[in-house]
């Protein structure tokens, strides 16, 4: 009997610098624009080979769905058709994103595993090709196959990698709440909603300008949870009063993150939020 691999691939988090609602299409779905970069919060899979030909998912949220439903349980199902693979699979999950945060948890699973996959088994695919793949599993996915800085638009399927965004500290706060991403555009009301400046928000990211970054950021679907949630401009407001230089929510929520360039002033904005919510993160940008 060969040898059996095993391999690990990480998967960090996103967080929306930007992220507009251009228009309804007709084919139900919302045109979108959108600033993604990720951080140095990550899930962490480990992908070995087992005797027999199943795919095994474990993971430490024993919420989880760990079948069909599971994204990375789709990724590799996708792999082991499309390419004909009767070898079988254990992926270890090793959760540390909060689960329907905003912060894209699911997808940068699924396109870890896709990038896992496609090294385990010397696939030979492209980024290009793992992304149109994962677009199968979740309009999230394509961008996570990439990570790094990078313009979306479409539904999330055309992905522009630029430059890295200028680096920083990133205090992440996730409310107790979850929010369903479907319930929130259905809010969406195209003669309402804000539009955040996505092209200023570019060019301040390719002149490496952390301020005028900071003050491009937005997101459409902001006001919208906010409505719902009002604890989110509570969390905004207090970022701002410790120091933040711009606070954001990140997706359709609930995760708020504040963006400061001195880790002091990321630790007061951390002791300010950790009493009044559970879950807060201090991270740093990832280049
Ligand atoms: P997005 O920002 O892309 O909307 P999110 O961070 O809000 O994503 P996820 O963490 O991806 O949300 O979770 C959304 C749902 O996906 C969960 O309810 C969960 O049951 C399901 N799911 C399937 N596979 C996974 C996985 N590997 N990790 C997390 N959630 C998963």
Known sequence: ????????????????????????????????????SSVDLADRLTIEEIAEDKIIIETNRAFLPVDERNHVYQAAMLVKERYKINQGIKVSIKKSIPVAAGLGGGSTDCAAALRGLNRLWNLGLSLEELAAMGMEVGTDVPYCVYGKTALITGKGEKVFPIPDMPQCWVVLVK?????????????????????????????????????????????????????????????????????????LMSGSGPTVYALCQQYSRAQRIYNGLKGFCDEVYIVRTLK
């Open 1 to 36: 009997m060969g040898e059996r691999m095993e391999i690990i691939e990480k998967a960090p988090a996103k967080i929306n610098l930007g992220l507009d609602v251009l228009h309804k299409r007709s084919d139900g779905y919302h045109e979108l624009e959108m600033v993604m």
């Open 175 to 247: 409310p107790r709440m979850s929010v369903s991403t479907g319930k929130v555009f259905n809010e969406v009301d195209m003669n309402e909603i804000h539009h955040p400046n996505i092209s200023e928000l570019k060019s301040a990211i390719y002149a490496n300008d952390y301020t005028r970054m900071t003050q491009a950021v937005g997101n459409s679907l902001e006001a919208i949870t906010i409505k719902r949630h009002p604890i989110i401009q509570q969390i905004k407001d207090r970022m701002l009063k410790y120091g933040a230089d711009a606070t």
